[in-house]
């Protein structure tokens, strides 16, 4: 008798527990560097001089045109041309969080740039510094745009973490792949893979959701 999907589902759980903890770090770990890094890369285009608006630029309109699959591959076979020893996931992570950091900069860029210029001219009337003026004029209201788009953002940065398995980190996509190789149920597993990253994805869509009405403006 040919053995049930619960019963091959019982025997891998510490295969795709372990998959889907792989994948989870990954996303986590490039969404919150891309994210950091993203702020600064929105702040030198909206605030940068020439030069460094026009290296900025060149950086994310060359990383949102190249695929997130070459970034992985250059990524990891570059840093070990170029001697750094970065392992798999260590390579995926950077790969992941480039990427992660041309999106969320130019969703800064767009956010801060929407914010109409009489507020700043208001604030300087005021007699607040650049620096007072952004952290308590333009940056709780650029946050409250940048939200919906970061958040579809990090979502396919879990969808980016399936590329990783051609270079051998062992995500999800990859352990799951190895299960149907030993059960040949490769519909059963290939469904369950999806519906695992559509549960991490629609928790990060929660959040979003959460942090959104804890950050709305009272009418």
Request: charged share 10%; glycine share 8%; with cysteine.
């Amino acid at each position: 008798m040919a053995p049930s999907f619960l019963e091959q589902l019982w025997i891998a759980r510490y295969v795709i527990l372990s998959g889907l903890g792989m994948s989870v770090s990954i996303s986590l770990l490039a969404i919150i560097a891309g994210s950091v890094f993203g702020v600064f890369v929105g702040l030198a285009l909206v605030y940068g001089g020439k030069i460094l608006r026009f290296i900025v630029r060149a950086y994310t309109d060359i990383i949102r045109g190249t695929p997130v699959l070459v970034l992985v591959l250059a990524s990891y076979y570059v840093s070990a041309a170029a001697g750094l020893d970065l392992g798999p996931f260590s390579a995926g992570v950077l790969a992941l969080a480039i990427f992660c950091s041309s999106h969320v900069g130019e969703i800064v860029r767009g956010a801060l740039q929407a914010i109409p210029k009489g507020q700043t001219e208001a604030a300087k009337a005021i007699g607040l510094t650049f620096n007072q003026t952004f952290t308590s004029v333009l940056w709780p209201q650029a946050m409250r745009q940048c939200l919906p788009a970061w958040v579809n953002t990090a979502a396919e940065m879990v969808k980016a973490s399936t590329l990783l398995s051609v270079i051998g980190v062992a995500e999800l996509l990859l352990r799951t792949q190895e299960i149907i190789s030993r059960n040949f149920m490769s519909l059963q597993f290939y469904f369950l893979a999806g519906a695992l990253y559509f549960i991490v994805n629609f928790g990060i869509e929660r959040f979003g959701k959460y942090v959104e009405r804890k950050t709305v403006l009272p009418t």
